[in-house]
């Protein structure tokens, strides 16, 4: 009992460190860029998650070269593909369209599962993911509605920006459980998951010559700290929630986080910056079912 009420609290603080992430990013790429977003925030999880490791995990536990080759996998699909993607959208259609439509991630993650895990497709499945599509194809409807200047093909891609995000966020665990099947432990793996993230993100900046396209310094620069720190935050709480209480106890707790982000954008951000309707609200509770739904009979 006190395992499931501790591994609940965790999951809280990952949900809502998620939501103010997605918050922290909206104000921050008001003035700067999503590449910057990218750069400071992988910056924050390698200075705080690999001195974590090195203390209390080790090289040596790492067992295997295919066990770094998935959590190389994983970051490269999470860390770093996942989260250009995610920040981007939160850029172009803010947080509070983002982040509903980022949590199909569920979607994916059962195609995924089926295909590479061995999972079986239920009907409770195949409800949840009714209820994830009808909330995401409101949610598209309801971006084009508001969006009635802007042509319908821009619309659409502006939306496949988020839902980019959740096939590379439904990647991320298929690597992460080929990495942990080994008995590698999850501190030395997400270690490697963050690093290899950075360093893949090094060298696509020096073979495409790109630099951060705003001054780091700046007025921005507080928000990219935030959203660094509530992310690392985030995945910390999770994994650890994940090992002192069971899955049907976290995993609901953590599908809220688009509901919290709406919360957040509409207390806290501009309303110009921001549009948070009742209509997005409905979407979004649909969405953060049919997540929860999928999740768990999973």
């Given at each position: 009992?006190?395992?499931?009420?501790?591994?609940?609290?965790?999951?809280?603080?990952?949900?809502?460190?998620?939501?103010?992430?997605?918050?922290?990013?909206?104000?921050?790429?008001?003035?700067?860029?999503?590449?910057?977003?990218?750069?400071?925030?992988?910056?924050?999880?390698?200075?705080?998650?690999?001195?974590?490791?090195?203390?209390?995990?080790?090289?040596?536990?790492?067992?295997?070269?295919?066990?770094?080759?998935?959590?190389?996998?994983?970051?490269?699909?999470?860390?770093?593909?996942?989260?250009?993607?995610?920040?981007?959208?939160?850029?172009?259609?803010?947080?509070?369209?983002?982040?509903?439509?980022?949590?199909?991630?569920?979607?994916?993650?059962?195609?995924?599962?089926?295909?590479?895990?061995?999972?079986?497709?239920?009907?409770?499945?195949?409800?949840?993911?009714?209820?994830?599509?009808?909330?995401?194809?409101?949610?598209?409807?309801?971006?084009?509605?508001?969006?009635?200047?802007?042509?319908?093909?821009?619309?659409?891609?502006?939306?496949?920006?988020?839902?980019?995000?959740?096939?590379?966020?439904?990647?991320?665990?298929?690597?992460?459980?080929?990495?942990?099947?080994?008995?590698?432990?999850?501190?030395?793996?997400?270690?490697?998951?963050?690093?290899?993230?950075?360093?893949?993100?090094?060298?696509a900046l020096a073979l495409t010559r790109s630099l951060p396209d705003s001054d780091l310094l700046g007025p921005s620069l507080r928000w990219y700290v935030a959203a660094g720190v509530a992310s690392t935050l985030a995945l910390g709480a999770y994994f650890l929630a994940l090992e002192?209480?069971?899955?049907?106890?976290?995993?609901?707790?953590?599908?809220?986080?688009?509901?919290?982000?709406?919360?957040?954008?509409?207390?806290?951000?501009?309303r110009g910056l921001e549009r948070v309707t009742w209509d997005l609200a409905v979407a979004a509770s649909v969405v953060v079912a049919g997540a929860i739904v999928?999740?768990?009979?999973?």
């Amino acid at each position: 009992m006190v395992d499931a009420l501790l591994g609940a609290g965790l999951a809280l603080v990952a949900a809502l460190a998620w939501a103010a992430q997605y918050v922290f990013v909206r104000l921050a790429t008001t003035d700067g860029s999503t590449l910057d977003a990218v750069t400071v925030a992988l910056i924050c999880n390698v200075l705080i998650v690999v001195p974590l490791a090195v203390v209390f995990s080790s090289p040596a536990e790492v067992t295997s070269l295919e066990a770094v080759g998935a959590f190389v996998g994983a970051g490269l699909a999470g860390s770093l593909f996942g989260r250009l993607c995610q920040f981007r959208a939160v850029e172009t259609i803010g947080a509070s369209r983002s982040a509903p439509v980022v949590a199909s991630t569920a979607l994916f993650s059962t195609v995924l599962a089926v295909a590479f895990l061995g999972e079986a497709l239920t009907l409770v499945h195949a409800l949840g993911i009714v209820l994830i599509v009808a909330g995401v194809a409101y949610i598209s409807w309801e971006t084009a509605s508001e969006e009635a200047e802007v042509p319908l093909r821009e619309v659409g891609l502006s939306l496949a920006v988020p839902l980019g995000a959740a096939v590379f966020f439904a990647i991320e665990p298929v690597f992460i459980s080929w990495g942990l099947a080994d008995g590698t432990p999850v501190l030395a793996g997400f270690a490697i998951k963050v690093t290899a993230a950075s360093v893949g993100f090094l060298l696509a900046l020096a073979l495409t010559r790109s630099l951060p396209d705003s001054d780091l310094l700046g007025p921005s620069l507080r928000w990219y700290v935030a959203a660094g720190v509530a992310s690392t935050l985030a995945l910390g709480a999770y994994f650890l929630a994940l090992e002192i209480a069971p899955v049907v106890v976290v995993v609901p707790i953590i599908q809220v986080s688009p509901l919290a982000v709406l919360v957040l954008s509409y207390t806290f951000l501009p309303r110009g910056l921001e549009r948070v309707t009742w209509d997005l609200a409905v979407a979004a509770s649909v969405v953060v079912a049919g997540a929860i739904v999928v999740s768990v009979s999973g």
